[in-house]
Nanobody
Framework: QVQLVESGGGLVQAGGSLRLTCAASGRTFSTDAMGWFRQAPGKEREFVAHITWSDGSTYYADSVKGRFTISRDNAKNTADLQMNSLKPEDTAVYYC???????????????????WGQGTQVTVSS
């Protein structure tokens, strides 16, 4: 069974940085895209960033453009989310997701992904 495991979350002050990593364990599978989502208390799970596995093209939510960077390591089957200039409103549980099949250059819907990690908590204090 393939699993996605997020790591790197924690507590950081506003303006600080964190780097999240999503690692695949178990059997490998054909992945066409990776995404990061987040869910704050009482809120819907929202899209953060997407990367196409083959060419590394990226797509970001407007709320994180210029602050967050998604990347992937093809050899290690990992996807990272570098988060800079963090704000208190970035506080959420962050989830990584994998998709088999591309629906387009910007996969921002939950149903477009096939496999999800269990999440890692990011807390940004003011």
């Amino acid at each position: 069974q393939v699993q996605l495991v997020e790591s790197g979350g924690g507590l950081v002050q506003a303006g600080g940085s964190l780097r999240l990593t999503c690692a695949a364990s178990g059997r490998t599978f054909s992945t066409d895209a990776m995404g990061w989502f987040r869910q704050a208390p009482g809120k819907e799970r929202e899209f953060v960033a997407h990367i196409t596995w083959s060419d590394g093209s990226t797509y970001y939510a407007d709320s994180v453009k210029g602050r967050f960077t998604i990347s992937r390591d093809n050899a290690k089957n990992t996807a990272d989310l570098q988060m800079n200039s963090l704000k208190p409103e970035d506080t959420a549980v962050y989830y990584c997701a994998a998709a088999v099949g591309l629906r387009g250059p910007g996969m921002a819907r939950k149903y477009e992904y096939d496999l999800w990690g269990q999440g890692t908590q990011v807390t940004v204090s003011s």
